[in-house]
């Protein structure tokens, strides 16, 4: 249900679309409960006022990187954002201190490169574009500071990214932890290569998926 707003004609709304999920346009006519939208793909579609979310028509157009930024959280708000981002790469979007990360369903090895693990190394949590490495620094420096164990829970469907995401959690934390290493290999192989152990172990079954993960330990003793 839509949050109670103050529609008139000319509102700019989102409505509820079978194809596209959400669809922008703008109030042509008001008859009670009943509201004319004009689509900007042309159509003009007649719905309740309930079923129709406020447009913020100032957002920036890249989108905003951290979405408790946003006129209105709502549903459309939220996936125009996150579409917008992607569109020009943007695979990560905060939520407060809540990482959402969307799959580009291609390698991007920029993202991930050691010059940018260097970069987010102690750089506070916002100063730079969101990214994974942000999260698994903040729950580090949080670990020693507090001299606490903590955790990172990797939550979505089947498919989202929920390994790959992880795997570049436990590379940073690699990365933090040293690189010397026994007979040969790096504190970071070793790491990546405990990753089916705790994928035995740790993984649960789950009605969408058989195999489903993922959190993150980060051990106080063991760093
Ligand atoms: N950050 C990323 N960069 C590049 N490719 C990615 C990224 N995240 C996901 N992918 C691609 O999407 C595929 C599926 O991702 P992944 O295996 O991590 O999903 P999952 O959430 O762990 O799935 P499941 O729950 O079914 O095990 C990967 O094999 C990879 O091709």
Same mark, same amino acid.
């Given at each position: 249900?839509?949050?109670?707003?103050?529609? $008139?004609?000319?509102?700019h709304?989102?409505?509820?679309?079978?194809?596209?999920?959400w669809?922008?346009?703008?109030? #042509?006519? $008001?008859?009670?409960?009943?509201l004319?939208?004009?689509?900007?793909? /042309?159509?003009?579609?007649?719905?309740? *006022?309930?079923?129709?979310?406020?447009?913020?028509?100032?957002?920036?157009? /890249?989108?905003?990187?951290?979405?408790?930024?946003?006129s209105?959280?709502?549903?459309?708000?939220?996936?125009?954002?996150?579409? #917008?981002?992607?569109?020009?790469?943007?695979?990560?979007?905060y939520?407060?201190? $809540?990482?959402?990360? $969307?799959?580009?369903?291609?390698?991007?090895?920029?993202?991930?490169? #050691?010059?940018?693990?260097?970069?987010?190394?102690?750089?506070?949590?916002?100063?730079?574009?969101p990214?994974?490495?942000?999260?698994?620094? *903040?729950?580090?420096?949080?670990?020693?500071?507090? /001299?606490?164990?903590?955790?990172?829970?990797?939550?979505?469907?089947?498919?989202?990214?929920?390994?790959?995401? #992880?795997k570049?959690?436990?590379?940073?934390?690699?990365?933090?932890?040293?690189?010397?290493? *026994?007979?040969?290999?790096?504190?970071?192989?070793? *790491?990546?290569e405990?990753?089916?152990?705790?994928?035995?172990? /740790?993984?649960?079954?789950?009605?969408?998926?058989?195999?489903?993960?993922?959190?993150?330990?980060?051990?106080?003793?063991?760093?």
């Open positions: 249900m839509a949050a109670p707003v103050n529609i $008139i004609v000319g509102s709304v989102w409505v509820e679309d079978p194809a596209l999920a669809i922008d346009g703008e109030v #042509t006519r $008001i008859n009670g409960q009943e004319h939208v004009h689509t900007t793909k /042309g159509k003009t579609i007649v719905t309740n *006022v309930s079923k129709v979310f406020p447009k913020d028509t100032e957002a920036p157009p /890249g989108g905003v990187d951290d979405m408790t930024r946003l209105y959280l709502h549903e459309p708000g939220v996936l125009q954002n996150l579409a #917008t981002r992607y569109e020009l790469n943007e695979i990560y979007t939520t407060g201190n $809540i990482l959402i990360a $969307i799959n580009p369903f291609q390698r991007l090895p920029h993202l991930y490169d #050691t010059h940018m693990m260097e970069q987010y190394k102690g750089a506070g949590f916002g100063e730079l574009s990214h994974v490495f942000a999260v698994a620094d *903040v729950a580090y420096r949080a670990m020693i500071n507090e /001299g606490k164990s903590n955790s990172i829970l990797v939550s979505g469907e089947s498919g989202a990214g929920k390994t790959e995401t #992880t570049m959690l436990m590379r940073y934390l690699a990365h933090l932890g040293g690189r010397s290493g *026994v007979e040969g290999r790096t504190v970071e192989q070793q *790491v990546l405990s990753n089916p152990v705790l994928e035995a172990f /740790g993984n649960a079954k789950t009605v969408r998926n058989n195999n489903s993960r993922c959190m993150i330990s980060l051990e106080r003793s063991k760093f």
